[in-house]
Structures are given as structure tokens and as C-alpha cells.
């Protein structure tokens, strides 16, 4: 069994600055891609940012050039770091990695219970 625990969402001002992160555990085998995604009330949940195992990076458009998402593999950690946040960044963001556990088959898309992210002033 394995899972995705989220940690660091609050309560921010406009221009601030907050740091996320997540750590898979459990039975672990493998990682491949990690990532962020978030769910403003209302609409349907969309991409922040994934990470490969080895690097590679994807943004979503609404956050390029304020966030930066980053990884420590050694950790089978996940790191996003938003700055400069507007309002509209308000959403619940969530933890996402394609893994498989210890002795399975399987490579499957898991997701962490979501850390809710207000950006108000």
C-alpha cells in the first residue's frame, strides 16, 4: 500500500509566497512522474506542474515564470514553490505520482487528499 500526503497550503496575501510539498510512502518500488494539479471552486482540476525522475519539467500557462516545481527522488519527495500569487491561484492543489508498489505489476496514478491554497487580501 502506498500514498500521497500533502503538506504547507494556507492562507496568503496577494504577492506572496508559499511552498508545498509531498511525500509518497509506503511499499514503494518505483516513481516515474510527479506532479501538481489544483481545483479552484467551481471548475474542474487542471495542471500546475509535473516532473519526471529525471528532470524534465511542464507547466501549466497560468503559472509559468511564478512557480517552480522540483523533486528529491532520494525522498520520494515533491516540491512546489509559488510565488508572486494572485488571487485567482486560490484552489485546493494536489499531489500527483505515477508509481508502483513493492511487488506489484502495475504502474498507477495516484493522488494525495488535496491542501487547500487562499490567496486574499
Known amino acids: 500500500q502506498v500514498q500521497l500526503v500533502e503538506s504547507g497550503g494556507g492562507l496568503v496575501q496577494p504577492g506572496g509566497s508559499l511552498r508545498l510539498s509531498c511525500a509518497a510512502s509506503?511499499?514503494?518500488?518505483?516513481?516515474?512522474?510527479m506532479g501538481w494539479y489544483r481545483q479552484p471552486p467551481g471548475k474542474e482540476r487542471e495542471l500546475v506542474a509535473t516532473?519526471?525522475?529525471?528532470?524534465?519539467?511542464n507547466y501549466g500557462d497560468s503559472v509559468k515564470g511564478r512557480f517552480t516545481i522540483s523533486r528529491d527522488n532520494a525522498k520520494n519527495a515533491v516540491y512546489l514553490e509559488m510565488n508572486s500569487l494572485k488571487p485567482e491561484d486560490t484552489a485546493v492543489y494536489y499531489c500527483?505520482?505515477?508509481?508502483?508498489?513493492?511487488?506489484?505489476?502495475?504502474?498507477?496514478?495516484?493522488w494525495g487528499q488535496g491542501t487547500q491554497v487562499t490567496v486574499s487580501s
Open positions: 509506503g511499499n514503494i518500488f518505483s516513481i516515474s512522474a
Open positions: 500527483n505520482a505515477i508509481m508502483v508498489a513493492r511487488y506489484g505489476t502495475r504502474w498507477s496514478d495516484y
Open positions: 516532473i519526471t525522475s529525471g528532470g524534465n519539467t
